[in-house]
C-alpha cells in the first residue's frame, strides 16, 4: 500500500473512487506558478468541491483558513481548514471521469523528494486516474536564447517522452527528456558526463514526479512555465489558460468572474478577467496603496 493517505471530507461521498479521472497535479517549483494556476481553476471552475486531503510524513505541517471561502462562507473549499494537501472534484458524484485538482501548499522535507515522488505517483497508480496533467515552473535563466530570458513561455514534456497532440495544437512545445539511464557499453562517456551532472537536476520538480509517474505506468504530461520570480499571477492565468486548452475547458464551464476582480489596485486591467480570484490572494501582494493626502 502506498504511503500517501487520503482522508475523505465529513460532506464527500463516502467512497470517492477516483478510477478513470483526469488529474491536475502542481508542483512546487519556481514562483509557485502550478499552485497559483491551480487556485485560480479551483475557484472558476463550475461545480469545483474539495472532497478530501492528502498526508504523508514528508509533507511539512501546514494550516489556514479556507483559500476560497467568501464572506458568507461558501466556497469551492467548503470552510474547512486549509492543509498541506487538498483534492478538489468537479461534480459530486463517486463515478469515474471527472476532473480532480490536489492542491499542494506544504513543501517536502529535504532529502524527501524523491521518496515523496514516488510515493505520489504509487497513490495515482491506485487509485487507477486515468491521467495526470502536472503544472510546474522553471527559472526564465533556463531559457536556450538571451532575448528569451525575463519573458514567459511554455514547453510540456510527458511520462511517454513522445509529444502530446493537445499541446502542440494548443502551441506549447514539446520537451524532449533523458531516459535517466547511463546507456550501456554503447553510451558514449559525453552521454555520460551529461547524466551524471544532470542526476541532481532530474531529482528536482517536476523531473523527480515525472520519472515516477513513468516508473508506475502512469499516463501524465507536464506544462512548464519558464518565467521570473515576483508577481506570477498573470504567469498563473496564462498556464490555467493553457490548462482549459489542453483539457478543453470552455467558458461554459467557468463562474463568471466578479467585476471588481479585473482590475488591479491602480486600476489597470488584469490579465485574469476569465478567472475567478481566490479571496486568499487578495493582500498577497500588498494591500491598496494609502492615500497620499494621509501625510500631507
Same mark, same amino acid.
Given at each position: 500500500?502506498?504511503?500517501?493517505?487520503?482522508?475523505?471530507?465529513?460532506?464527500?461521498?463516502?467512497?470517492?473512487?477516483?478510477?478513470?479521472?483526469?488529474?491536475?497535479?502542481?508542483?512546487?517549483?519556481?514562483?509557485?506558478?502550478?499552485?497559483?494556476?491551480?487556485?485560480?481553476?479551483?475557484?472558476?471552475?463550475?461545480?469545483?468541491?474539495?472532497?478530501?486531503?492528502?498526508?504523508?510524513?514528508?509533507?511539512?505541517?501546514?494550516?489556514?483558513?479556507?483559500?476560497?471561502?467568501?464572506?458568507?462562507?461558501?466556497?469551492?473549499?467548503?470552510?474547512?481548514? =486549509?492543509? #498541506?494537501?487538498?483534492?478538489?472534484?468537479?461534480? &459530486? +458524484?463517486? @463515478? %469515474? !471521469? *471527472?476532473?480532480?485538482? $490536489?492542491? /499542494?501548499?506544504?513543501?517536502?522535507?529535504?532529502?524527501?523528494?524523491?521518496?515523496?515522488?514516488?510515493?505520489?505517483?504509487?497513490?495515482?497508480?491506485?487509485?487507477?486516474?486515468?491521467?495526470?496533467?502536472?503544472?510546474?515552473?522553471?527559472?526564465?535563466?533556463?531559457?536556450?536564447?538571451?532575448?528569451?530570458?525575463?519573458?514567459?513561455?511554455?514547453?510540456?514534456?510527458?511520462?511517454?517522452?513522445?509529444?502530446?497532440?493537445?499541446?502542440? =495544437?494548443? #502551441?506549447?512545445?514539446?520537451?524532449?527528456?533523458? &531516459? +535517466?539511464? @547511463? %546507456? !550501456? *557499453?554503447?553510451?558514449? $562517456?559525453? /552521454?555520460?558526463?551529461?547524466?551524471?551532472?544532470?542526476?541532481?537536476?532530474?531529482?528536482?520538480?517536476?523531473?523527480?514526479?515525472?520519472?515516477?509517474?513513468?516508473?508506475?505506468?502512469?499516463?501524465?504530461?507536464?506544462?512548464?512555465?519558464?518565467?521570473?520570480?515576483?508577481?506570477?499571477?498573470?504567469?498563473?492565468?496564462?498556464?490555467?489558460?493553457?490548462?482549459?486548452?489542453?483539457?478543453?475547458?470552455?467558458?461554459?464551464?467557468?463562474?463568471?468572474?466578479?467585476?471588481?476582480?479585473?482590475?488591479?489596485?491602480? +486600476?489597470?486591467?488584469? !490579465?485574469?478577467?476569465?478567472?475567478?480570484?481566490?479571496?486568499?490572494?487578495?493582500?498577497?501582494?500588498?494591500?491598496?496603496?494609502?492615500?497620499?493626502?494621509?501625510?500631507?
Amino acid at each position: 500500500a502506498s504511503v500517501m493517505e487520503f482522508h475523505p471530507s465529513l460532506d464527500a461521498p463516502r467512497a470517492v473512487s477516483f478510477a478513470g479521472d483526469t488529474l491536475i497535479l502542481p508542483v512546487v517549483s519556481h514562483g509557485n506558478v502550478g499552485q497559483l494556476a491551480t487556485d485560480l481553476l479551483v475557484a472558476s471552475v463550475t461545480g469545483a468541491r474539495r472532497v478530501g486531503c492528502l498526508d504523508h510524513p514528508a509533507l511539512l505541517p501546514c494550516a489556514g483558513r479556507d483559500a476560497f471561502a467568501s464572506h458568507d462562507g461558501d466556497g469551492p473549499g467548503g470552510g474547512h481548514i =486549509a492543509l #498541506g494537501m487538498e483534492v478538489y472534484r468537479v461534480g &459530486g +458524484g463517486g @463515478g %469515474g !471521469g *471527472a476532473l480532480c485538482l $490536489a492542491q /499542494q501548499r506544504a513543501e517536502v522535507t529535504p532529502g524527501s523528494r524523491r521518496s515523496f515522488a514516488a510515493d505520489v505517483a504509487a497513490w495515482i497508480a491506485e487509485r487507477g486516474f486515468a491521467e495526470v496533467v502536472v503544472l510546474a515552473s522553471a527559472p526564465s535563466t533556463e531559457a536556450k536564447a538571451p532575448g528569451e530570458i525575463g519573458g514567459t513561455s511554455f514547453q510540456h514534456v510527458t511520462a511517454s517522452n513522445a509529444p502530446d497532440d493537445r499541446c502542440v =495544437a494548443a #502551441g506549447i512545445a514539446h520537451r524532449k527528456t533523458s &531516459g +535517466g539511464g @547511463g %546507456g !550501456g *557499453a554503447t553510451a558514449t $562517456a559525453d /552521454q555520460k558526463t551529461r547524466d551524471d551532472d544532470d542526476d541532481d537536476h532530474r531529482a528536482l520538480p517536476p523531473w523527480s514526479l515525472m520519472r515516477a509517474l513513468r516508473a508506475a505506468n502512469v499516463t501524465a504530461v507536464a506544462l512548464i512555465a519558464t518565467c521570473s520570480e515576483g508577481d506570477n499571477t498573470e504567469d498563473a492565468a496564462a498556464m490555467a489558460d493553457a490548462v482549459a486548452g489542453v483539457l478543453g475547458l470552455g467558458d461554459n464551464e467557468m463562474r463568471p468572474a466578479p467585476t471588481d476582480e479585473k482590475v488591479t489596485n491602480d +486600476g489597470s486591467e488584469r !490579465g485574469l478577467s476569465r478567472w475567478t480570484i481566490p479571496p486568499s490572494w487578495r493582500a498577497a501582494y500588498g494591500q491598496q496603496p494609502m492615500a497620499s493626502e494621509l501625510f500631507a
